[in-house]
């Protein structure tokens, strides 16, 4: 019986250096200790609740394997970078600073990787990871090239994590063209998460902890990083492939009146090859949803894209089994953690059953997004 | 045989009075006429393309029964207020002025509507409002509730159009509680309906035209405004009976993740009576999202939320066909006008293709969206 890994595409490490990093820092993005000895992790100086509590399971391997263990999960995508409601990857840091930490972290998260356990008898690892570019502002293509090629070349980064900012104009920037044709030329994934959010006074002055942030702010800001779309990046790089953080955001549910509105405006009517629809077909999207009916959705989406080809003649109902091969399984670990002890977490196990629970979805499908869905995206053969 | 008219519950109107005062002001918003002797209408002072025209189409009652009738469209809830992505309903007001304009409207669209033709031979009208609240920083809450009682004693005013900022703290200000109160007792239904979008600096610096701010920004805001069922505007008013626009924005996509944020944030974990999605089984939503796997997602969305009622023991797939009875078409009239001469609007034939392939729905959840739940949710009887 061939091997049916679980694995988690989705999930986040604080390595050492970036640690070290931020304790450094005496303004946010910064960790501090606490009076009780405790350690905080501050996004915002005016983060709610003071920040979050962080510990050895933001950065030591043996806590990630603990956690992996206790649920199933058999290969995990780390990757480096501070999660976070506000603020960029890595744009606190000067140029020359982004740059230099960009490529010491990647050495560091290839050596965390491939010296880390392997998949049971098969020759894969149980750690992969997504390397980090030195974007922000000041910086040159080059050097983002640079690391580019870095990340080709380290054999257990299989792609690179990205925000929304670009070079500081966004993800429609056409400076980023070099960048996206260095990355679709080394085949590597790119993984968007977002990091802002939006303008911090939409959540109101009520104290709703991290709620608004979370729950609303983030999948708006990756929807809105969409707008690479809108500027031509998949016509003119259409092998590119990137995978979007929370199922997309909001981006499957808006899809067609983004099409409808391109469609009622003179000034973008006539730019796309495609109805923006089809667009929606290229993308991955990790199945970090929490629902059944948002999973099915999103599989919808994917599927009805060809009906959205410029010249299509494909009619009738998406078939939710082709859509759900772009959708894999993710946890965000180690954020969402229970508020009470558990032995699951229950944000891995609501996932789960999530996939497990899609309407349309057979058993193929189902462990196609449990794990199989990673193996092809990011070439690793047993 | 008995008639199923189609309804359209998201249309707009400006009415003379209102439109007068936009042509008396110097800055946005305003009516402006060109050089070439247009009227163009701009929202904000740097609003893409210097605005859009306007013509007879925004507050002809003529021109709205003929767009009505090139698409089949029976009857007609209009509202009153001035579509925008930036600017507030009567924001721009003073206190004063803003109760003495939402009084006068109020009365204006009741003589629009009352005078207005009948459909077929039935005691129904053809056109029917939803009235205005003089929702603005300094106005009083008892002068608020006089315009509900007012538009309550309206016999063709069956309902009222709300922004998103209610006396400037947004939704799930306590204040509100007296008119959530005053609207639920005389059974009004309340249309929420956007008008800021986020922060434009989300958008770039891309010349995008309306698309972004329309497509993104407007569905933010209204899942944004959603946070009064974060602030228990539901559990305290279990009546109130809201309709979102634009298919309820990306609420419905984000719910799950809204209810797993919720359970995992120790400020706001205790807070609800219900799990969040439950309270999207008490929502409305009209049925303008320009597709059908968007419209059928949203009809799940809805059947399922009895799964999330505390103490529930339903299980299983939820049934589209019960969702769609909160669904009702709308055209969004006159804005997304086909960019050449076309016979039918382009927007409002999508929209009516959409409901007519929904996987799931029959010809009797079909027709409810179309026309006969509308009916039921503004009591009209034929």
Chains 1, 2 share one sequence.
Not at 31 to 40: F, L, N, P, V, Y
Not at 164 to 173: F, V
């Amino acid at each position: 019986m061939s091997l049916k890994p679980l694995v988690d595409v989705h999930t986040h490490v604080y390595l050492p250096r970036y640690a070290s990093w931020l304790r450094s820092r005496s303004v946010a993005p910064k960790i501090m200790s606490t009076e009780a000895g405790e350690e905080r992790l501050l996004i915002l100086e005016n983060e709610p609740s003071g920040g979050r509590p962080v510990g050895p399971q933001y950065w030591d391997r043996q806590e990630k394997l603990r956690f992996m263990d206790l649920h199933g999960i058999d290969i995990s995508f780390k990757r480096r970078v501070p999660y976070s409601t506000a603020n960029p990857w890595l744009d606190f840091l000067s140029a020359k600073d982004a740059y230099e930490l960009a490529l010491g972290l990647n050495n560091d998260l290839e050596e965390y990787c491939s010296t880390g356990p392997s998949y049971s008898d098969s020759v894969l690892k149980r750690l992969y990871g997504l390397g980090l570019l030195p974007l922000v502002p000041g910086v040159t293509i080059d050097a983002i090239v640079e690391a580019v090629n870095q990340i080709a070349a380290a054999s257990h980064l299989k792609g690179l994590i990205m925000g929304t900012k670009g070079i500081g104009k966004g993800l429609d920037d056409e400076a980023l063209d070099p960048v996206w044709q260095a990355i679709e030329a080394a085949g590597l994934v790119v993984f968007l998460h977002p990091h802002y959010g939006v303008d911090s006074s939409a959540w109101g002055d009520k104290d709703n902890g991290h709620v608004l942030p979370l729950a609303l702010g983030f999948p708006f800001e990756t929807t809105t990083a969409t707008r690479l779309i809108l500027s031509g990046v998949f016509d003119r790089f259409p092998s590119l492939r990137i995978l979007l953080a929370h199922s997309g955001g909001a981006l499957p549910q808006l899809s067609s009146r983004l099409a409808s509105c391109i469609d009622h405006d003179p000034v973008v009517a006539s730019r796309l090859k495609h109805d923006a629809r089809f667009y929606l077909g290229k993308l991955y999207f990790d199945a970090v949803a929490y629902g059944p009916e948002e999973l099915g959705f999103v599989s919808e989406v994917v599927s009805r894209a060809k009906r959205f080809e410029a010249g299509s003649t494909v009619q009738g109902e998406a078939d939710r089994r082709e859509g759900s091969q772009r959708m894999l399984f993710g946890t965000d670990h180690p954020f969402f953690p229970p508020l009470t002890s558990t032995e699951k977490w229950k944000s891995v196990v609501e996932n789960l059953e999530a996939i497990a629970s899609v309407p349309g979805w057979g058993t193929s499908e189902k462990d196609g997004v449990r794990g199989g869905n990673a193996l092809s995206l990011f070439g690793l053969q047993m």
